[in-house]
């Protein structure tokens, strides 16, 4: 029995979000894009903020493990601020939608505030009206994220569902928060953020360059090719040989599974 094989190359994932968008066009202390979601899921809906109220808007995802770890917290300060302040998770980037109920559903009290999914404006999972006018508008890839829109309906901090959230929350609570000095704080991250992105890329496609001519890479494509060509029994050498050559066995396994397979 034979089924079809796809010598897989090494592959690293790198998300270089920062460099891939032009201008950064919403900051702490502008006015917060409207609310636009595809489904709510959990709690009353909310067509647009109301003055002299506080909304926490966290961007989540049912794969994103440390969102789930944070949501616990996220429930105590929606308890906490009863009447003063809502939390509104937002569902971003999921393969399946489908799974954001039943998610949501075995989260119970753990997660305990309105949910709702993003707004899909095509098939890309990266299309969404909340994340293209929120996250990307503002240049912030990583999930959990956070936007506190204040009681003026503007932006009054960007971060993480962290202490300085807490810290955050109470200062505008009580009308002691700086934004100017957040958002002077949040573009140095930015900038930051943006350089160490650079540099990441460079090392990718540095370490990409070196394994494009990697004796063991070769050695794949060789077997890849082989096997397509059905020419198994030199497949089956470069195989040996390749296990040789792979002495940690990070490649081997797979083209074990294969000869196995064709046998």
């Known amino acids: 029995m034979k089924r079809t094989f796809v010598v897989c190359s090494l592959i690293i994932v790198v998300l270089f979000g920062y460099l891939n968008i032009s201008a950064?066009?919403?900051?702490?202390?502008?006015?917060?894009?409207q609310i636009?979601?595809?489904e709510w899921i959990k709690g009353k809906p909310i067509a647009q903020f109301a003055n002299d109220h506080i909304y926490i808007i966290e961007f989540?995802?049912?794969w994103c493990v440390v969102c789930k770890d944070a949501m616990p917290h996220l429930s105590f300060l929606e308890k906490k601020y009863k009447g003063k302040i809502s939390v509104i998770g937002i569902s971003i980037k999921e393969k399946d939608?489908?799974?954001v109920a039943p998610f949501v559903k075995r989260m119970d009290d753990n997660m305990n505030y309105r949910v709702a999914c993003d707004k899909q404006l095509s098939s890309d999972r990266g299309s969404g009206f909340m994340?293209?006018?929120w996250m990307q508008a503002a240049e912030v890839y990583g999930i959990p994220a956070i936007f506190v829109v204040?009681?003026?309906?503007?932006?009054e901090y960007i971060g993480w569902p962290d202490a300085d959230l807490d810290t955050a929350i109470e200062?505008?609570?009580h009308n002691k928060w700086n934004v100017a000095i957040h958002d002077s704080i949040w573009r140095k991250h930015q900038v930051a953020e943006k350089e160490k992105a650079e540099q990441q890329k460079k090392e990718y496609q540095k370490q990409m360059a070196a394994w494009e001519i990697h004796p063991i890479k070769l050695m794949m494509d060789s077997i890849e090719?082989?096997?397509k060509q059905k020419h198994y029994e030199a497949a089956f050498r470069c195989i040996d040989t390749l296990e040789k050559m792979d002495t940690k066995g990070a490649f081997v396994s797979n083209a074990s599974i294969v000869a196995h397979d064709i046998r």
Request: charged residues 10%.
């Open 60 to 62: 989540w995802a049912t």
């Open 171 to 173: 200062l505008i609570m």
């Open 97 to 99: 939608f489908n799974k």
């Open 24 to 33: 950064q066009t919403l900051h702490p202390g502008m006015k917060a894009p």
């Open 225 to 227: 090719n082989l096997i």
């Open 36 to 38: 636009q979601v595809g």
């Open 150 to 155: 204040g009681k003026t309906g503007n932006i």
């Open 131 to 133: 994340y293209n006018n």
